[in-house]
């Protein structure tokens, strides 16, 4: 390995195969999606199971405070 | 790797695209050139992330809970639960391998990305509260154990993190996860403590099959560890962690069986050893010493009688070794998640001077933990009893992301949920949810259950 301008490189990294491999775990890494839309059943689902968490953490507020006393 | 069909990103390939190149063409040589034992090499190359997630994950308090299980209540009903809860990481952790496998994005990004920054922001609220929460209670066990040979905190907490820094020193995601394995690979020394408290074996298969027996019954004190069971199983760090690692080492869908066999080993070596720490606790169950609140150094000496020396020996090395393979693996997945937020590089492939932040979130989330360990007067007993249940109750909302990730078609392609699957998340999900408001119950109304 030498180290080049910000970034360290192989000695077969010149190798077009291996360069051809790399180009396609780069666009995997870097592909864009878009923001799905949220239909209203799944929207109700996301607030309810928010409301659980909480009102779970009250739950847990509570154990904390029966401990310290 | 063909399977990857909606390319929208930059294609100049960076440091980490190479590394993952390399290890790709390793496995196809051996696809290639050993076709009759390809089975077993490609799964010793392409193990790593399953086993370290479910080893990990049995980790300081988890390890303390089942302990705390076995001196409670003995070798019956909680033998079985822990099979159970395990079966439910493996359905859980699969839907995580597959995202990763099919998309090559950790699952902050892909929340972000498909959902938006708000409920992006919950997820990642969630995690990192979590996720610090326990790693404190990693530096809690990694003290305890030293603490049983006499270590001083202060050296305890600053060799973890020197060894947390060897683990990424080589900036090669290859090395660290065969560090990291070969350390979560020590969770098996509780299989020998188990040995030396004398099991009835028979027991054991009678409470396998019999789900039985369930001392005392149903009261708040039994749900209170079955929640605490369960979130030594599934935790919303490990849907972050195992769905990173996997794209980082640069998995697809073509390496999904040895992906998921990954998985399966882990959650049953993970459920083995979990049920070797109740069955080594289980003799102060049945001498009748009182447990509820042992800490790990006080389960070590109530364990000499019954194991010898060696024994409680063990069990603190154990303690320490989970508590020191939970640090590594926790601070990881929150450096993969702030990372993909933040949109810098965030892989154990890349060099110090490209991923600066990434290795910074690493050890200082590590530090910052391990350093409230040492202040005195820190509430540390509190976080202890709480991690395992708040990490319970987190996991619904999780699931539910992972859910709505694995059924997107844009995303997943052929290989979203099919119904058997989604049957089996949605179950998880509403048994988790069950078992929250369960405990709740228990706890706004203490004398529900008689």
Known sequence: ?69 | MTEHTALTGSQNPAHEDFDRAHDRRAIDLIRRRHPRWSGARLLLLLAGPGVIVFLGENDAPSMLSYAATGAQFGIGFFIPFVVATFAIGFIVQEMAVRIGAATGQGHAELIFARFGRFWGGFAMLDLVAGNFLTLVTEFIGIRAGLGFFGVPAVVAVGLSIVVIGFAISTSRYKTWERITMGLALGNAIFLPVALLSHPDPGAIGHALLTWSPLPHGLTPDTITLMIADIGATVTPWMLFFQQGAVADKGLTTSDLGAARLDTLIGSILAAIFGIAAIVATAPLFTHGISAANFEAAQFAEALVPYTGHLGATLFAIGIFEAGLVAAITISTSSAYAFGEVLGHAHSLNSPFRDALPFYVILLGSACAAGGLTLIPGAPLEEIVILVNVVATLAMPPALLFLLVLANDRELMGDFRNRLLANIAGIGVTAFLIACGLGFAATVIFPHLLG
Do not use: C, K
């Open chain 1, 1 to 69: 390995m030498n180290a080049t301008a910000g970034s360290l490189i192989r000695a077969d990294d010149d190798d077009p195969a291996l360069r051809r491999e790399a180009m396609v775990y780069a666009a995997r890494r870097t592909a864009t999606w878009q923001r799905r839309p949220m239909s209203p059943g799944v929207s109700i689902l996301f607030w309810s199971l928010r409301a659980y968490v909480f009102f779970m953490l009250g739950v847990v507020a509570l154990v904390l405070l029966r401990l310290a006393h």
